[in-house]
């Protein structure tokens, strides 16, 4: 049912079809006040992987690495996701407010609607940014990178022989190239991986790295911080002001407009 209706939104015949469906029921005075199916799924599955971002994100530290590793995964599938949710947002009409909606809050809706956006696309792109700015592997700047990372071994265990001594730290050690889903090898942006392709490079590349991961990091308390006005703004509506709020995205019987 869903992949059809994902199948669906390739075909420029089904945009017409629906557009013109609603503009017939809008004419005829009685619009259904909901998203389109396609925007509601595409709503929930980007929410649900976000929200799986968010938490293995703030909390990378404390979750298991073989769950941190989808964190990659569900981001890039976020901007894949966005990317269709934007273009549908643009060729369909949402459904109209309610008329005794006060402007302020219209305004303050739209702004929030499109600061989602904008993280929407920011957060998983400076991600992807911030993995691809590192030294490629195998290049004379990924062993230059490995060689001063690596820490020193202590004094007694430089003696001892080759086969005796201790194994290098994982830290020192490259890992393998990023997966999308474990399927398929993640291309990784050039430019910004070729920036420490030789040792010069590294340690402006490592600047880099740096600036992109606070960008990253702040970028996810700003979600969170929109996601938590977002929330609250639906709940408002649907509690306080006693509209069919949550129905517009799909849960619950939605309402007529007229
Ligand atoms: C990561 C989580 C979420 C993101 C990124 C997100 C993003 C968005 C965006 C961008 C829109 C604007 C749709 C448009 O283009 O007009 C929207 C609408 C909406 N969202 Fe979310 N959302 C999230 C979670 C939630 C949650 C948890 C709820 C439930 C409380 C919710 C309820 C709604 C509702 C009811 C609308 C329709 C707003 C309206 O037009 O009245 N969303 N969401
Ligand atoms: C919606 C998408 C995403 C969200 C909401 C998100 C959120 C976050 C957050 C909040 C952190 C913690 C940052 C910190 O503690 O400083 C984080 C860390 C990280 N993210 Fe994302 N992220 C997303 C997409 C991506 C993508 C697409 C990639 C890679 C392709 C990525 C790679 C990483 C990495 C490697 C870290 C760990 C950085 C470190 O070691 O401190 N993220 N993410």
């Given at each position: 049912m869903?992949?059809?209706i994902?199948?669906?939104?390739?075909?420029?015949?089904?945009w017409?079809?629906?557009n013109?469906?609603g503009?017939?029921?809008?004419?005829?005075?009685a619009?259904l006040?909901?998203y389109?199916?396609?925007?509601?799924?595409?709503?929930?599955?980007?929410a649900l992987?976000?929200l799986?971002?968010?938490f293995?994100?703030?909390?990378h530290d404390?979750?298991?690495?073989?769950?941190?590793?989808?964190?990659?995964?569900?981001?890039?599938?976020?901007?894949?996701?966005s990317?269709?949710r934007?273009?549908?947002?643009?060729?369909?009409?949402?459904?109209p407010?309610?008329?005794?909606?006060p402007?302020?809050?219209?305004?303050?809706?739209?702004?929030?609607?499109?600061?989602?956006?904008?993280?929407?696309?920011?957060?998983?792109l400076?991600?992807?940014a911030?993995i691809?700015?590192n030294p490629p592997?195998?290049?004379?700047?990924?062993?230059?990178?490995?060689?001063?990372?690596?820490?020193?071994p202590?004094?007694?265990?430089a003696a001892?022989?080759?086969?005796?001594?201790?194994?290098?730290?994982?830290?020192?050690?490259?890992?393998?190239?990023?997966?999308?889903?474990?399927?398929?090898?993640?291309?990784l942006?050039k430019?910004?991986q070729?920036i420490?392709?030789?040792?010069?490079?590294?340690a402006?590349?490592?600047?880099?790295h740096?600036?992109?991961?606070?960008f990253?990091?702040?970028g996810g308390?700003?979600?969170?911080?929109?996601l938590?006005?977002?929330?609250?703004?639906?709940l408002?509506?649907?509690?306080?002001?006693?509209?069919?709020?949550f129905?517009?995205?799909?849960?619950?019987?939605?309402?007529?407009?007229?």
């Amino acid at each position: 049912m869903t992949v059809r209706i994902l199948l669906a939104m390739l075909r420029p015949q089904h945009w017409r079809d629906e557009n013109m469906a609603g503009r017939a029921i809008w004419e005829a005075g009685a619009p259904l006040s909901r998203y389109s199916q396609v925007a509601i799924i595409l709503h929930w599955a980007i929410a649900l992987l976000i929200l799986f971002n968010l938490f293995t994100g703030l909390l990378h530290d404390s979750v298991p690495r073989a769950v941190f590793a989808f964190h990659v995964s569900s981001g890039i599938t976020v901007l894949i996701l966005s990317v269709v949710r934007i273009f549908w947002r643009l060729t369909h009409r949402p459904p109209p407010y309610p008329s005794d909606m006060p402007n302020w809050e219209r305004g303050l809706a739209h702004l929030v609607h499109f600061c989602l956006y904008a993280s929407m696309l920011l957060l998983p792109l400076s991600g992807w940014a911030m993995i691809s700015a590192n030294p490629p592997a195998g290049s004379p700047g990924a062993a230059y990178a490995d060689s001063i990372k690596a820490p020193k071994p202590p004094a007694a265990a430089a003696a001892l022989p080759d086969a005796n001594k201790p194994a290098a730290p994982p830290s020192a050690k490259r890992r393998g190239p990023p997966m999308f889903w474990n399927l398929v090898k993640l291309p990784l942006i050039k430019p910004l991986q070729d920036i420490g392709r030789t040792p010069e490079g590294v340690a402006a590349q490592k600047e880099k790295h740096e600036q992109i991961e606070t960008f990253h990091g702040l970028g996810g308390y700003v979600m969170l911080a929109l996601l938590f006005l977002h929330i609250v703004g639906a709940l408002k509506h649907q509690f306080i002001d006693r509209q069919r709020e949550f129905a517009r995205m799909g849960i619950g019987r939605p309402g007529r407009v007229g």
